[in-house]
């Protein structure tokens, strides 16, 4: 844990330099932004809300309408053969492999509205 020892510019366009020049020095060395916040004595939650603004970049906005939709890539593979017990049951069901590993399993009819929910939302 570091103490802050930089006195932070109480004007806002002197702290748009101030972290500018911070964000901009972090970006060119070899220390991660935690460190780099650490030896420079500024705080590290700041650092990345500054980074965040000064790059223009904008948090992702919700889906309003559920309706809307999008392409996922998917990956299809060849199971390994189950036991005829498995088969009778998980007949009425499937299972989803997303990217990243995340599996949803036992998808139904009763449930697939749920699952295309959450899918939507990822």
């Keep these: 844990m570091s ?3 930089r006195q932070l510019p109480r004007k806002r366009s002197d702290k748009r330099q101030f972290w500018q020049h911070h964000v901009r020095q972090q970006a060119r060395g070899k220390l991660t932004q935690r460190r780099y916040c650490e030896r420079h ?3 590290y939650a700041s650092f990345v ?4 603004l000064l790059s223009g970049a904008r948090q992702p906005s ?5 309706s809307v939709s999008a392409f996922v890539p998917v990956q299809v593979a060849t199971p390994n053969r189950p036991s005829v017990e498995a088969l009778r049951q998980d ?6 492999l997303l990217p990243g590993g ?3 399993e036992g998808i139904t009819a009763a449930n697939i509205e749920l699952v295309a929910a959450l899918v939507s939302r990822l």
Aim: glycine residues 8%.
């Design 49 to 52: 809300r500054w980074r965040r």
């Design 62 to 66: 919700r889906i309003q309408n559920s």
């Design 102 to 104: 995340m599996r949803i």
């Design 3 to 5: 103490l802050r020892t």
């Design 41 to 43: 004595g500024i705080g």
């Design 91 to 96: 007949a009425d069901s499937i299972d989803l």
